[in-house]
Structure formats: structure tokens, C-alpha cells
């Protein structure tokens, strides 16, 4: 249950940049007296209401933080009762407080439209062999609460909805407003749109729904999420589209399990799971693996193979993981069988999914996190690379492994969002992709909310090899452009417009190039230890 308020004021809310490691421990003392003294839930969950009225953190009112209370408490009270993770653990685990101990290794174990069925996925490649262009849209969040002349600085996380009033001064435009989330009118534009332009296959990385975590309800969300999947479906039809979960995709946010402890403090997720098969139109091969976990694999063409995972098994907000009941290892094997038959037979591996590797991440030596960076680096020949989501921003990153002495082992592509929601145009891109799986360029596009106004539509903001100067987007190709980013000024205040989606030029500053560079290789490191020399600007 305190669990629930740091997961809101330290990760959710963290855009309002105002919680703080004091804030946290002190939520914490009173989380850990409440344990010794063997405080029942409600008496718990009453104890911790009495804190909201004086929470002073931007943009969380006391209606917010008890919302986040009664959404978290039943899974996380158990989980500290049980002794699982100590309370004073966690200020460290969400990164509020500098790390004093070793990292804390938790136990592992092995209204909706009709469907257009047109779809459905086929048992079948879905395309002939040769070159093909592959659109990937992620972190849409559409919010269907969101209203034109809404308040856009409400006092909550999230503005801009029908239950917020409209004020004078601070309206949210008819086209959306980028202290929000997608305006149902810019979705339902970019739907259209997007079909301008020329593309094979669709891959959708997560996160459809709203960031109003403290207000959700289970059938709430999956009401949502099945209109959301059907609009999506049936705008691209024939076009094969396939999801993956994202954290923003489940209820409670980050939560994913699939063994109930009991039914009261611990859902199975049933309630989803029996979902996803007929709401992403998989195949009847693919049915028990995404109802059994959220993973699958898809022939794109004879010769390339699309294996979808689900980043939940390595989300560090997904506190079921602290209570080993979840099946990463059955992921894994699936994953490890896909990619070594892909091996055996020559065929090309993209992968897919939410949250990129170290993005807020459990790794120890038995985590599903580290098995999955072993698999980029044991197939790393198969594997032609990882669409990712999750951060919102235009950026990607490396992955290392034990083999990966001078050369990263894998490259996970990370595609900005189609929601504003922080100050974010919104974005999607399309990959060329050759008939080995290889990505030999991608085009970027995005739109900003003004131009709107006047008629506009997404247009393509550049080409990846085009840009950057690059011959290739070969893992060593993106190696280069790292070492002459760290060099050459104007290139870097290239990078980081493109990084921000437009919306914020110039240079970064010493913290955010140090930062930068640290994402760029897959790493989270104390920025104080790391020096970043200024580049050169011509």
C-alpha cells in the first residue's frame, strides 16, 4: 500500500520532478512500523489515508493519492507482510534514493467495435518474401475523458478530462495539448492519416491506455483496451497488426501475474489473459502462449519471424515478481526455442515489445531480465534487432553481453509516442526491412499540435541514414554515430531535438548529455563518476 504511493509519486508522477528520497523514507517509517506491529490491512490502509491530506508533491491532491492508495494496497501490503522486500528496500529499488546496499535480488521462480476478422493473424507468413516496410506506433494512451477547453493544469497528473472543468485560461486545444494525453480526435485523425502513407505490417509496442492509474478499474481498463484493439484493427485491415502488452496495459499499472496466491490479494489476470487471444487475432498455435503469458512468435515473410515478449517479466514495478508466481521462465523457453529453430533454419528474428532492457528494470544472474540479455547475445547473428517503447522519446540503446567485449550484442529501437503526454509531438515510424529481417533505414514522422490548426498532418521528420550520416544501420554503424555524437556538437543538438520529438532545440546541458550517453549503452550508472567532454560545434 505504501508501495502504491511511491509507485505514483516516484515513477508516475516523476515528471513533476518534485519527490524526493527524503519524502519516500519518511513514507516508509511509518510503513515499517505498521509491519512490526502486525497492523491488519484496513487498519494499514487507513493509517496510510491519514498521510494523503499533507503529501506535498506537485500535481498529487489528496483525491489522487488516496486513489492510488485503494488501487495498490491489496498487492502490496501482503507482499511486505510476508517479508518478501523490506519496506526500507524500496526507496532504492524505485531509484528515489542513491543505492547504500547491494541490489536486493528477489526470489525467481520457473464500448468496443466489432472486429474486422480480416486481421486475424495467419498460421501463414503474412507477406511474400523480399523487402517490406514495417510501421511501429507505441505508448498511444489515448484518453477518451479528454475534452476540448478542458483545464490543462487541473492540480492532478493527468488534465485535460470531462471531470475536470474548463477554465478561461488554461484550455486544452480541440487537437489535444501536450500536458495530456491523445486527444480521441488526433487518434482518430492519425488512423486515417497514417493509411497516406506506405507501410506492409503494423507492430503496436504498448500502452494504450491513459496514465489516470489512481482511477482505473479492471473492467474499466479492459473496456478500453478492447475498443482501443478493435479501432486499431479495423483501420488497418488487411493489414496484419500485432500488439504487445505494455505496463499501462494492465490494472493495476505495471501488475502482471499468472498464479492467483489467493484471490483476494492476488489476481491470476484471467480477467485479461482469456482476452488477448481473439482482441490481438492470433492464430490458433499462437492462443496458448499469449493466454498463458503475453508472448508469441509470427512468420512476417518465409524468410523473417516477428517474436512479440512481454516486458512485464522484468518491469521493477511489477511487485508480483517479488512473490515468484509468475511464469518468466516459460517465456524464456519459448523465446530460446524461437530463436534457436530461427537459428537452425536460417530465418531472420525481430523481436518486439515494451519496456527496453534497463529501463526500470530487475537484472540479477537469475532474473528474466538477465536470461534475456544472454539470448540477445547468444543469438545475436539471428536476431536483427528489438523494437521497444516505454519512454516516449526518439532514442535507442545497446545491449551487452558476456560475449560483447568490443561490440554490443544486440540494438533495441526505441520509438517515440503517439500520446503529447509529457510535451511530446506525437510520433510513429516506419522501418525498411530487407529480406533477411536486417533494418536498412527507418523514417521518422511526427506532427505538432499547432499545425494542426492549419490543416496539417504528420510528415516525415528524417530518414535514420540520412540524418546521421550513416552507411548502415548495422550495430556497428550505431557504435560509430555514438563515438562521433560525443565529438561533434552539432550533431548531438541534432540527436537531441530528434530525442525530444521536436520540441525542445538546442544543447543539452553536461547532466543530460552524461545521461544520454549512459542510455545509449544500456547502462544506469552515478552520473557523478562519468565525464563527458563538450563537443565541438561548427
Known amino acids: 500500500m505504501a508501495v502504491l504511493l511511491l509507485l505514483s509519486f516516484f515513477i508516475a508522477f516523476s515528471v513533476a520532478g518534485k519527490a524526493t528520497c527524503d519524502i519516500c523514507r519518511a513514507i516508509v517509517v511509518v510503513v515499517e512500523a505498521l509491519v512490526i506491529n502486525n497492523v491488519t490491512e484496513g487498519h494499514a490502509e487507513h493509517a496510510i489515508d491519514k498521510i494523503c491530506p499533507f503529501v506535498n508533491i506537485e500535481n498529487v491532491d489528496e483525491f489522487v493519492c488516496e486513489g492510488v492508495v485503494r488501487t495498490f494496497a491489496p498487492t502490496a501490503w501482503p507482499i511486505f507482510v510476508s517479508g518478501t522486500l523490506q519496506p526500507h528496500k524500496l526507496c532504492e529499488l524505485l531509484h528515489a534514493c542513491p543505492r547504500e546496499t547491494a541490489p536486493f535480488v528477489p526470489p525467481t521462480d520457473d464500448d468496443v467495435p466489432s472486429l474486422d476478422r480480416s486481421t486475424a493473424l ?89 496514465h489516470d492509474i489512481w482511477n482505473e478499474t479492471a473492467p474499466e481498463q479492459l473496456s478500453r483496451l478492447l475498443k482501443i484493439n478493435a479501432q486499431l484493427r479495423n483501420a488497418f485491415a488487411p493489414i496484419p497488426v500485432y500488439m504487445s502488452l505494455g505496463n499501462h496495459d494492465t490494472y493495476p ?100 515489445g515494451h519496456i527496453p532492457l534497463n529501463r526500470g528494470t530487475i537484472t540479477h544472474p537469475a532474473s528474466a531480465a538477465q536470461a534475456m540479455i544472454d539470448l540477445l547475445d547468444r543469438y545475436r547473428a539471428t536476431i536483427k534487432g528489438v523494437l521497444a517503447g516505454h519512454t516516449h522519446n526518439d532514442e535507442m540503446q545497446f545491449s551487452w553481453g558476456a560475449s560483447s567485449a568490443s561490440e554490443p550484442s544486440a540494438f533495441f529501437y526505441i520509438a517515440p509516442s503517439l500520446t503529447t503526454y509529457k510535451n511530446k509531438n506525437p510520433s510513429f515510424r516506419i522501418y525498411e526491412v530487407d529480406s533477411f529481417g536486417n533494418i536498412t533505414d527507418f523514417e521518422q514522422f511526427r506532427v505538432d499540435l499547432p499545425s494542426l490548426e492549419a490543416g496539417a498532418t504528420w510528415t516525415r521528420a528524417y530518414s535514420a541514414k540520412s540524418e546521421y550520416n550513416m552507411n548502415d544501420l548495422s550495430t556497428a554503424s550505431w557504435q560509430d554515430l555514438v563515438k562521433r555524437l560525443q565529438t561533434n556538437g552539432t550533431l548531438l543538438d541534432k540527436w537531441y531535438f530528434n530525442y525530444q520529438t521536436g520540441r525542445k532545440s538546442g544543447a543539452p546541458s553536461a547532466a543530460e548529455r552524461k545521461e544520454l550517453f549512459c542510455l545509449f549503452n544500456g547502462t544506469v550508472e552515478d552520473l557523478s563518476l562519468i565525464h563527458i567532454s563538450e563537443p565541438t560545434r561548427h
Open 122 to 210: 495467419s498460421e501463414k507468413p503474412a507477406l511474400q518474401t523480399g523487402p517490406f516496410r514495417l510501421l511501429q506506433v507505441s505508448d498511444i494512451h489515448v484518453d477518451f475523458e479528454y475534452i476540448a477547453g478542458g483545464n490543462t493544469n487541473c492540480g492532478t497528473p493527468l488534465c485535460c478530462r470531462s471531470k475536470q472543468g474548463v477554465t478561461p485560461n488554461t484550455t486544452a486545444g480541440p487537437w489535444g495539448d501536450y500536458q495530456c494525453d491523445l486527444a480521441p480526435k488526433l487518434f482518430n485523425k492519425w488512423l486515417v492519416d497514417v493509411r497516406k502513407q506506405k507501410f506492409d505490417a503494423v507492430v503496436v509496442t504498448g500502452d494504450l491506455t491513459p
Open 253 to 352: 499499472v505495471d501488475m502482471f501475474s499468472t498464479h492467483a496466491v489467493d484471490f483476494r490479494h492476488h489476481d491470476d489476470f484471467m480477467w485479461l489473459r482469456s482476452r488477448l487471444p481473439d482482441m490481438w487475432g492470433v492464430p490458433p498455435s499462437s492462443t496458448k502462449n499469449v493466454l498463458s503469458g503475453g508472448f508469441y512468435a509470427s512468420m512476417l515473410t518465409p524468410n523473417v519471424k516477428l517474436v512479440v515478449f512481454n516486458s512485464a517479466y522484468w518491469d521493477a514495478l511489477n511487485f508480483y515478481l517479488f512473490l515468484a508466481d509468475t511464469k518468466a521462465t516459460e517465456m524464456i523457453t519459448f523465446l530460446r526455442n524461437e530463436l534457436a529453430d530461427a537459428e537452425q533454419n536460417g530465418i531472420g528474428v525481430l523481436l518486439a
